[in-house]
Structure formats: C-alpha cells, structure tokens
Nanobody, 126 residues
C-alpha cells in the first residue's frame, strides 16, 4: 500500500470550510502527480484536484472550481486541499493519491489515480 498520512476530514455545515492534508513518502511525492479523488457509496469515483509536484499548476474538477484550492509544500512532501463553500454534494470519502502523468511529462490525468492511501471522510450537512 502506498505510504500516505492524510488528515483534515470532518463534518461541517453547508458553506463551511475544511482543509485536507496529505504527506507522502519522498519516492511517491517527488516529480509526480499528486492530488485527491473522492468516492461516495454508490457513486463513481471523481478526480477532484491534482498537481505536478515539480512546478505544475493545479487542475480541478469542474464541480469544485472556484471553491477548492490545492497547494503543496515540497519540503514536507505534503499536498493540501482547502475546501471552501462546501455543499452537501461534496460529502464523500476523499483519498490522497498519485495520478498518471500525461504525455508531456508534466501534466496530470485527473481521472487516473494510481496509488492511494486510506481515505478521510468529509460530511457536509444542509
């Protein structure tokens, strides 16, 4: 199993905020695509946000654009997901994962997670 330490999930009311963090082992984090996907019971997996850790720009799912912000701290091998203006439909298990690197070598395929750790639950009540 991939080596990740994930934290930050929880329960909030609609309109609230949460921040997820994910520390990955160095061999996973370096020069790789790192990000988050989510999956709720009975629903398909959805890529949420991803970034190429060596100088990439975050890519977001349309459903979270303008509300979620991804950042990274390379010194800590950590990526973060700041989630604002949360909606009940954001309720899901969130997984930190590496993602497939695209053909350019610096773009990330948001729909292609590779290795992920244990998820963290995010629950948004109306």
């Amino acid at each position: 199993q991939a080596q990740y330490v994930t934290s930050g999930g929880g329960s909030v009311q609609a309109g609230g905020s949460l921040r997820l963090s994910c520390e990955a082992s160095t061999h996973i984090f370096s020069s790789n695509c790192m990000g988050w996907f989510r999956q709720a019971p009975g629903k398909e997996r959805e890529g949420v946000a991803v970034i190429y850790t060596s100088g990439g720009t975050p890519v977001y799912a349309d459903s979270v654009k303008g509300r979620f912000t991804m950042s990274q701290d390379n010194a800590k091998n950590t990526v973060y997901l700041q989630m604002n203006s949360l909606k009940p439909e954001d309720t899901s298990m969130y997984y930190c994962s590496s993602f497939v690197i695209g053909l350019t070598g610096a773009d990330c395929l948001l729909r292609e997670p590779v290795n992920w750790g244990q998820g963290t639950q995010v629950t948004v009540s109306s």
